[in-house]
């Protein structure tokens, strides 16, 4: 077996099309250039050869090589789990709740890593990613408002991201750059974006590497510096403890969890890899590499949160800031309790809380593109892509850094909000997700099978419920007056009967890729995929006996 860790520059001419053909696949891939783009451009892709290829179905046996060509896309979808919002909520939840809720972190990062790993599945054996699958899915009306609400999503844990990015620029200038100017320089980053995609999808990985490590170091910082309880962090692991003042703190453990753009997301960084949908034995393969490096990805980012979890737990349970702390106010707080030693813990937080700003919004440029181009079917230059994804995030964070500047009391309110809108959103992205996964028109043998599908309807429909406890608190608390209440019962009524919609629609669909469905000793049909511009198409071409 040989491995080539290159980016593909080898294409072949096509056929009638014009299209490119991949010598090492049964696949048809566009004619691709800078002006138009699918996912990932067939230049861009890791190539993974495999000099045996007389049978479809075989499965190579597991390489430590391999792994680390396949490595890479867990770790950037993981970043989803380390926004500025999921800091929040966990140290919320250590002042608040102590140590009681990281059993439900626990559970809740491998409910996410189910969800994940299905968005993954659907990427690798379509050779689609789930925005581009809505798009042929769902009829036009749900399709726009299936793009509408992802992107809402997205600007609404963009705003999170930047403004969270903000205030580590903040905290890390001394207050000397306000939240404005940090919202600009983060803004930037669209910029070393298109840079970094100019030099293949490893380079970007290895800067979210960095970014990650960076957050494992300081937050590890932190929780050598406080010192929390070995014994009452494993009772919080493994015994399960739920009181009636921490619902909303384990609510918000829970929603942070699941990002509605990370779902769109995986299922098209997992496509950076060559991987041809034909070959049962190739996808197969694909599909447990990925495994093995979500979890570890999705491990790291556990840990993480849990370090973030003790060091409040330790500090700030039981006291009166508890109830008061937030991302604004942490740092300060931190250093209070803590002190400064060789190097000040306000510092270590505020550029751990970088890293994970920087690393999400990053994360956030691509989602957006994915999003929009697929859902829209949109064929743009690298650059003009990413200036319209960034700027329908960046335009509305800017008037909201400006707006809520004024305290600190404020941007929590704003945080609150900005959660409530991303629950909302989540069933937008899941429901269309196992509702794919589980059609055999689309997934062919990949299918999942009823056991999985049941378990991650479950978790789906929990994740709903726990969401709709929180927005129905939320309402509770908030919604005043005859005319707003009108206004939210007439949306609440058209959001519940788009997701019955979703839920119960099973209709017929035009099967977008290829598989190996019916193999055997004598008998193989050998099916290929029409890459056409964006838009593929099923074909049987031959059957060989």
Same mark, same amino acid.
């Given at each position: @077996?040989?491995?080539?860790?290159?980016?593909?520059?080898?294409?072949?001419?096509?056929?009638?099309?014009?299209?490119?053909?991949?010598?090492?696949?049964?696949?048809?891939?566009?004619?691709?250039?800078?002006?138009?783009?699918?996912? %990932? #451009?067939?230049?861009?892709?890791?190539?993974?050869?495999?000099?045996?290829? *007389?049978?479809?179905?075989? =499965?190579?046996?597991?390489?430590?090589?391999?792994?680390?060509?396949?490595?890479?896309?867990?770790?950037?979808?993981?970043?989803?789990?380390?926004?500025?919002?999921?800091?929040?909520?966990?140290?919320?939840?250590? +002042?608040?709740?102590?140590?009681?809720?990281?059993?439900?972190? @626990?559970?809740?990062?491998?409910?996410?890593?189910?969800?994940?790993?299905?968005?993954?599945? =659907?990427?690798?054996?379509?050779?689609?990613?789930?925005?581009?699958?809505?798009?042929?899915?769902?009829? #036009?009306?749900?399709?726009?408002?299936?793009?509408?609400?992802?992107?809402?999503?997205?600007?609404?844990?963009?705003?999170?991201?930047?403004?969270?990015?903000?205030?580590?620029?903040?905290?890390?200038?001394?207050?000397?750059?306000?939240?404005?100017?940090?919202?600009?320089?983060? +803004?930037?980053?669209?910029? !070393?974006?298109?840079?970094?995609?100019?030099?293949?999808?490893?380079?970007?990985?290895? =800067?979210?590497?960095?970014?990650?490590?960076? @957050? +494992?170091?300081?937050?590890?910082?932190?929780?050598?510096?406080?010192?929390?309880?070995?014994?009452?962090?494993?009772?919080?692991?493994?015994?399960?403890?739920?009181? *009636?003042?921490?619902?909303?703190?384990?609510?918000?453990?829970?929603?942070?969890?699941?990002?509605?753009?990370?779902?769109?997301?995986?299922?098209?960084?997992?496509? *950076?890899?060559?991987?041809?949908?034909?070959?049962?034995?190739?996808?197969?393969?694909?599909?447990?590499?990925?495994?093995?490096?979500? *979890?570890?990805?999705?491990?790291?980012?556990?840990? !993480?949160?849990?370090?973030?979890?003790?060091?409040?737990?330790?500090?700030?349970?039981?006291?009166?800031?508890?109830?008061?702390?937030?991302?604004?106010?942490?740092?300060?707080?931190?250093?209070?309790?803590?002190?400064?030693?060789?190097?000040?813990?306000?510092?270590?937080?505020?550029?751990?809380?970088?890293?994970?700003?920087?690393?999400?919004?990053?994360?956030?440029?691509?989602?957006?593109?994915?999003?929009?181009?697929?859902?829209?079917?949109?064929?743009?230059?690298?650059?003009?892509?990413?200036?319209?994804?960034?700027?329908?995030?960046?335009?509305?964070?800017?008037? $909201?850094?400006?707006?809520?500047?004024?305290?600190?009391?404020?941007?929590?309110?704003?945080?609150?909000?900005?959660?409530?809108?991303?629950?909302?959103?989540?069933?937008?992205?899941?429901?269309?997700?196992?509702?794919? =996964?589980?059609?055999?028109?689309?997934?062919?043998?990949?299918?999942?099978?009823?056991?999985?599908?049941?378990?991650?309807?479950?978790?789906?429909?929990?994740?709903? $419920?726990?969401?709709?406890?929180?927005?129905?608190?939320?309402?509770?608390?908030?919604?005043?007056?005859?005319? %707003?209440?009108?206004?939210?019962?007439?949306?609440?009524?058209?959001?519940?009967? %788009?997701?019955?919609?979703?839920?119960?629609?099973?209709?017929?669909?035009?099967?977008?890729?290829?598989?190996?469905?019916?193999?055997?000793?004598?008998?193989?049909?050998?099916?290929?995929?029409?890459?056409?511009?964006?838009?593929?198409?099923?074909?049987?071409?031959?059957? $060989?006996?």
């Amino acid at each position: @077996m040989l491995l080539a860790d290159k980016y593909m520059n080898n294409s072949e001419p096509g056929e009638a099309d014009g299209s490119k053909h991949n010598g090492e696949t049964n696949c048809l891939l566009p004619s691709s250039s800078d002006d138009e783009e699918t996912a %990932f #451009d067939s230049r861009d892709k890791i190539l993974i050869v495999d000099t045996d290829e *007389s049978d479809v179905d075989h =499965v190579p046996p597991f390489s430590w090589k391999k792994l680390w060509l396949f490595t890479g896309p867990g770790f950037l979808m993981s970043t989803g789990f380390l926004d500025p919002g999921n800091l929040e909520g966990d140290l919320q939840s250590g +002042a608040i709740a102590g140590y009681s809720l990281l059993w439900l972190l @626990m559970w809740a990062t491998i409910m996410g890593l189910l969800i994940q790993l299905l968005s993954a599945r =659907v990427g690798v054996a379509t050779g689609r990613h789930l925005a581009e699958l809505c798009r042929e899915e769902y009829p #036009d009306w749900a399709r726009y408002a299936l793009w509408f609400m992802a992107e809402v999503a997205l600007i609404g844990a963009d705003i999170q991201e930047v403004i969270g990015s903000a205030i580590a620029i903040q905290i890390l200038s001394n207050g000397v750059l306000p939240l404005w100017a940090g919202v600009i320089i983060t +803004a930037s980053d669209c910029l !070393i974006f298109l840079f970094l995609e100019n030099y293949g999808v490893r380079k970007l990985e290895a =800067v979210f590497a960095v970014l990650i490590s960076t @957050m +494992a170091l300081s937050f590890a910082w932190m929780f050598g510096d406080a010192q929390p309880s070995g014994k009452e962090l494993l009772l919080g692991l493994l015994v399960p403890r739920l009181g *009636s003042k921490t619902i909303k703190q384990a609510v918000g453990v829970v929603g942070c969890v699941i990002m509605p753009h990370n779902v769109f997301l995986h299922s098209a960084l997992v496509q *950076s890899r060559n991987i041809d949908p034909s070959k049962k034995g190739k996808v197969q393969e694909a599909l447990t590499y990925y495994s093995i490096e979500s *979890s570890a990805a999705l491990l790291v980012s556990f840990i !993480i949160n849990l370090f973030v979890t003790t060091v409040f737990a330790k500090g700030f349970y039981g006291t009166e800031q508890a109830n008061s702390i937030g991302l604004v106010n942490a740092g300060q707080y931190l250093q209070e309790k803590y002190g400064g030693g060789h190097f000040p813990i306000l510092y270590i937080w505020g550029i751990g809380l970088l890293a994970a700003g920087q690393s999400s919004t990053l994360t956030g440029t691509y989602a957006g593109q994915f999003i929009m181009g697929g859902f829209l079917n949109l064929r743009l230059k690298k650059w003009l892509r990413s200036l319209i994804t960034r700027s329908c995030a960046i335009v509305p964070t800017m008037i $909201v850094a400006l707006v809520f500047n004024t305290s600190e009391a404020s941007l929590d309110v704003l945080n609150e909000w900005l959660n409530v809108l991303q629950s909302m959103q989540i069933p937008f992205a899941l429901i269309p997700l196992l509702t794919l =996964v589980s059609k055999e028109q689309v997934m062919g043998v990949f299918k999942v099978g009823p056991v999985i599908e049941r378990l991650a309807w479950t978790v789906a429909a929990l994740v709903m $419920v726990i969401n709709g406890y929180l927005l129905l608190d939320f309402f509770v608390s908030h919604v005043k007056g005859l005319l %707003f209440g009108f206004l939210v019962c007439s949306a609440t009524t058209a959001y519940a009967s %788009f997701i019955i919609y979703l839920v119960t629609r099973r209709g017929g669909h035009n099967p977008s890729c290829c598989f190996s469905l019916e193999m055997s000793n004598s008998t193989q049909k050998d099916k290929q995929c029409l890459f056409n511009r964006g838009t593929f198409e099923y074909q049987k071409l031959t059957t $060989v006996q």
